[in-house]
């Protein structure tokens, strides 16, 4: 497989693309107004404690308390001989966030200290060695867990990292080293400070490539910021040298993402509708409890069966479900309602493609099954804001439901107001109603506002307000 990847770096915003075998399979934007909590440590204060759902809020100087599920905790024999956990209101504490704000909560943090390097994750707090599944060799998992074993500190945990394949116990020992120099620092300076304070902030998108995506599997990266391309050349001279020569620095007049052709496919990402190759097509449909994605067959008719059809329209299907989910950063619960089919064994592989391709994927992805309905579930970690959150906001006229009242039901609304005012509430004198011009036209159709007039016994003014939202009307008494 072929990967590249992308960087356009302004100063508002930095935003990477990465580039599977032609196709894109995910971006990730970062703006300077906002910036990446998710890795950011905390000194915070626990502002309370609610037991019964096992929670605690912890303040550490931002708009919004952070959430600490009681469970990450250490835990302590209480004098009942159960366990607690050790923490109590005001306690200071030292946290790192793991989960964005998002929406009405704020973010979600843990005590379990994570410190990603290059080759190795130092976990200072847990005693624990975990190899990635990216890493499919069983000879070299096991090496790795040896060297893992032979370098670690004390009491701590490491987690090997997919780039660490074929690196030696000196280089994964550097690695854990220049960690552990900094976990100390980091203590040290959470001992001075006052809660609540920031003691460590993630690095920014640039070095976050370096780090997580850059592997001897990527042809290249390329960057159009001179000084960001400097800084990768030197922090790969320190870590990767055989991988400097990859970078490459973009000079071109175009927009790197358009000359590219991602600014385009990134547009796509607002569609809620996917056109499949075959024909069919899939709709995905966001809750604020999960994701939902239907599949259709559309415009695609097959050659010899309507069930062949329909299984070769799931099997294009998923390949582009996992892609889509990917590319969205879509996490939490997600469900897929594929057509239906009969076969067995045409379930399987439909199950077994998803399977395949999911495991592309870096972010954790546990795909549970089919249904008693023939629904797919499956989760997918959530760890930040997805595109759509990102890129767009809730709109302002529908309040995210994607439709409005038609402008009949309105004026049918507005009839039945006069109505409750005239009849129930006895208001006196004539009446100026203001509405939508679409719902203006309605209401002045000919002959409409002569029939209730009549049946009012008033003068009725109709007054069309371009400012008006679509939806709303006022209607005021007038003396005259």
Same mark, same amino acid.
Request: net charge neutral; glycine share 6%; charged share 25%.
């Given at each position: 497989?072929?990967?590249?990847?992308?960087?356009?770096?302004?100063?508002?915003?930095?935003?990477?693309?990465?580039?599977?075998?032609?196709?894109?399979?995910?971006?990730?934007?970062?703006?300077?107004?906002?910036?990446?909590?998710?890795?950011?440590?905390?000194?915070?204060?626990?502002?309370?404690?609610?037991?019964?759902?096992?929670?605690?809020?912890?303040?550490?100087?931002?708009?919004?308390?952070?959430f600490l599920y009681l469970g990450d905790l250490p835990r302590t024999a209480s004098d009942s001989g159960g366990q607690r956990p050790n923490v109590t209101a005001g306690q200071e504490i030292v946290v790192q966030i793991v989960k964005d704000a998002m929406g009405t909560k704020g973010p979600r943090v843990t005590t379990q200290i994570t410190l990603p390097g290059r080759f190795v994750v130092l976990m200072p707090t847990v005693d624990y060695?975990?190899?990635?599944?990216?890493?499919?060799?069983?000879?070299?998992?096991?090496?790795?867990?040896?060297?893992?074993?032979?370098?670690?500190?004390?009491?701590?945990?490491?987690?090997?990292?997919?780039?660490?394949?074929?690196?030696?116990?000196?280089?994964?020992?550097?690695?854990?080293?220049?960690?552990?120099?900094?976990?100390?620092?980091?203590?040290?300076?959470?001992?001075?400070?006052?809660?609540p304070a920031l003691l460590f902030r993630d690095v920014d998108l640039v070095i976050r490539i370096v780090r997580d995506y850059l592997s001897p599997d990527v042809a290249e990266f390329i960057l159009d910021s001179r000084e960001a391309y400097g800084r990768v050349c030197d922090l790969l001279n320190f870590s990767s040298p055989e991988l400097v020569q990859r970078v490459q620095l973009y000079q071109g007049a175009e927009d790197i993402f358009?000359?590219?052709?991602?600014?385009?496919?990134?547009?796509?990402?607002?569609?809620?509708?996917?056109?499949?190759?075959?024909?069919?097509?899939? !709709?995905?449909?966001?809750? &604020?409890?999960?994701?939902?994605? =239907?599949?259709?067959?559309?415009?695609?008719? %097959?050659? #010899? @069966? $309507?069930?062949?059809?329909?299984?070769?329209?799931?099997?294009?299907?998923?390949?582009?479900?996992?892609?889509?989910?990917?590319?969205?950063?879509?996490?939490?619960?997600?469900?897929?309602?594929?057509?239906?089919?009969?076969?067995?064994?045409?379930?399987?592989? !439909?199950?077994?493609?998803? &399977?395949?391709?999911?495991?592309? =994927?870096?972010?954790?992805?546990?795909?549970? %099954?089919? #249904? @008693? $309905?023939?629904?797919?579930?499956?989760?997918?970690?959530?760890?930040?804001?997805?595109?759509?959150?990102?890129?767009?906001?809730?709109?302002?006229?529908?309040?995210?439901?994607?439709?409005?009242?038609?402008?009949?039901?309105?004026?049918?609304?507005?009839?039945?107001?006069?109505?409750?005012?005239?009849?129930?509430?006895?208001?006196?004198?004539?009446?100026?109603?203001?509405?939508?011009?679409?719902?203006?036209?309605?209401?002045?159709?000919?002959?409409?506002?002569?029939?209730?007039?009549?049946?009012?016994?008033?003068?009725?003014?109709?007054?069309?307000?371009?400012?008006?939202?679509?939806?709303?009307?006022?209607?005021?008494?007038?003396?005259?």
């Amino acid at each position: 497989m072929t990967k590249t990847i992308i960087a356009n770096i302004m100063a508002e915003e930095t935003r990477m693309a990465l580039v599977e075998n032609g196709h894109l399979a995910e971006v990730s934007v970062e703006r300077s107004e906002s910036g990446h909590i998710v890795g950011n440590i905390y000194k915070g204060k626990v502002k309370n404690i609610l037991p019964g759902m096992q929670a605690a809020f912890v303040d550490i100087g931002r708009d919004k308390n952070a959430f600490l599920y009681l469970g990450d905790l250490p835990r302590t024999a209480s004098d009942s001989g159960g366990q607690r956990p050790n923490v109590t209101a005001g306690q200071e504490i030292v946290v790192q966030i793991v989960k964005d704000a998002m929406g009405t909560k704020g973010p979600r943090v843990t005590t379990q200290i994570t410190l990603p390097g290059r080759f190795v994750v130092l976990m200072p707090t847990v005693d624990y060695i975990g190899i990635s599944r990216r890493i499919d060799s069983e000879a070299e998992r096991e090496r790795l867990k040896q060297v893992a074993e032979n370098v670690r500190p004390q009491g701590m945990g490491l987690i090997v990292r997919t780039v660490a394949q074929g690196k030696s116990e000196d280089d994964i020992a550097k690695d854990i080293a220049y960690l552990l120099n900094f976990w100390n620092a980091l203590t040290a300076r959470a001992k001075r400070s006052a809660a609540p304070a920031l003691l460590f902030r993630d690095v920014d998108l640039v070095i976050r490539i370096v780090r997580d995506y850059l592997s001897p599997d990527v042809a290249e990266f390329i960057l159009d910021s001179r000084e960001a391309y400097g800084r990768v050349c030197d922090l790969l001279n320190f870590s990767s040298p055989e991988l400097v020569q990859r970078v490459q620095l973009y000079q071109g007049a175009e927009d790197i993402f358009s000359f590219y052709n991602i600014a385009e496919e990134i547009e796509q990402l607002a569609k809620r509708k996917i056109w499949l190759k075959c024909g069919g097509y899939i !709709v995905i449909d966001h809750t &604020e409890a999960l994701t939902v994605i =239907d599949v259709n067959t559309g415009k695609f008719v %097959g050659r #010899t @069966s $309507l069930s062949e059809t329909v299984f070769q329209t799931n099997l294009e299907a998923a390949a582009e479900i996992a892609r889509q989910i990917r590319l969205r950063d879509i996490g939490g619960i997600i469900i897929i309602d594929f057509i239906d089919m009969d076969k067995e064994e045409q379930k399987k592989a !439909v199950l077994a493609a998803l &399977e395949q391709r999911v495991k592309e =994927d870096r972010t954790k992805t546990s795909i549970l %099954g089919l #249904t @008693s $309905l023939g629904l797919v579930e499956m989760t997918r970690k959530k760890a930040r804001q997805n595109m759509d959150q990102s890129l767009y906001n809730e709109c302002p006229c529908c309040e995210g439901r994607g439709r409005i009242m038609s402008a009949e039901t309105v004026a049918i609304h507005v009839l039945r107001k006069l109505r409750h005012l005239v009849h129930r509430q006895h208001v006196k004198g004539n009446l100026l109603v203001q509405v939508h011009p679409r719902v203006a036209e309605i209401l002045l159709r000919k002959g409409e506002k002569e029939r209730f007039e009549q049946e009012f016994s008033r003068t009725i003014t109709i007054e069309a307000a371009p400012s008006q939202h679509a939806e709303s009307f006022s209607i005021l008494s007038v003396k005259d």
